[in-house]
């Protein structure tokens, strides 16, 4: 069964918006802009090299993407809500990022079928590959204050735990759930026991669009229940380009997740902070958000706590400098994890495969048959890039696509 994209219309009109503001340099006269939504894989995509490379020893079972956000308007009951930075035009550069994230996640522009749709598509992706595969559904606090109170009119979007857990418990062949819960509550650790009573396998946080400081004593206490659930925090670090909140950039800075660290979390740092630049806390200067993360990686300490997920890392505004050290990071590899940081796969503009194969990445044959499994299946596209890359020799091996020890490894 096909797909219908979120509103044709206001989804041209975000791309002129898009164009207009010469946004990383897309233009309308660029082609597949527009993700089709193509449902079956055509006939003979399946006996692709790329695709059944992807299985070579790796029990799908273990594949749990551990990167996949929710979306929606909250008109099935959801209650999702989508803060004015993205909902209006007056801010016309978030508001054409929504309509992109909306068609990349092929959801039904019609009334009380928005949210649905955006679910019936994940299930129809995740069926499509072997069974045993899930996604981690991520959850997103509200922004708050510094007494902990959510201010919504602050938020970029809200999805409540409630509906990241119903949906993991109506499909437990496909999902699994990620709680998001802002530190500062005054019920932050009791809402924390409940959701790992409620099986939730990690804490996601983005603390530039939540306006948390990881490095605040007010984590203290989440923290320490955190370390005594052995719960995984996946928190992204670097600059955050999706969503914004205040001027807290710099609450993504890797170094300041030393806390986290010292209190015995295990932290999982989103897209390896692929992208921007921070203040190097101990040496001076800013330096590349990537090499923070590398210190980090790289102090025995955490060796045991801190692990960093790839997803996001093949978008065209990643340095192929930091794919290449992934690869060529041995060491590392037990301590990475794989995620799609679902929907954007299907955002067709952000990955290249091309540009990865013309970097030295990707096998150029492989460029034709995954730009065609894209358009139909963006999570098994990401998934296939990812086992395709190579630098040198050295790709990813299975171990680093078989998340599902690390999110089962704690104790409630």
Known sequence: MSQVPVSRRRFLQGLGILAASGVAGWSLARPRLVNPCRAALPLGLSASPWLTGV??????????????????????????????QLSSPLRPLQYAQRLFYMNAGCAHDAPGRVDASYVDRMLNLVEAMPAGVKLMLFAFDHFHDAEG?????????????????????AHPQAFEWVASIHPYRADAVDRLDAAVAQGAKAIKWLPAAQNMDPASPRCDAFYAALARHRLPLITHCGEEKAVQGADTQHYGNPLRLRRALEAGVRVVVAHCASMGQDEDLDRGGRVESFQLFARLMDEPAWQKLLAGDISAITLRNRDLEVIKTLLQRQDWHGRLLNGSDYPLPGILPLISPSALASGGLLPPEAVADLELLREHNPLYFDLALKRALSWQGQAFPARVFATRPHFEAHRS
Do not use: K
């Open 55 to 84: 299985w070579r020893d790796l029990n799908p079972a273990d594949v749990w993407d551990c990167h996949a956000h929710l979306a929606g308007t909250g008109d099935g009951g959801s209650g999702i809500q989508v803060g004015p």
């Open 149 to 169: 109170q959510p201010l919504p009119e602050m938020s970029a979007f809200y999805v409540p735990d409630d509906y990241a857990r119903q949906l993991a418990a």
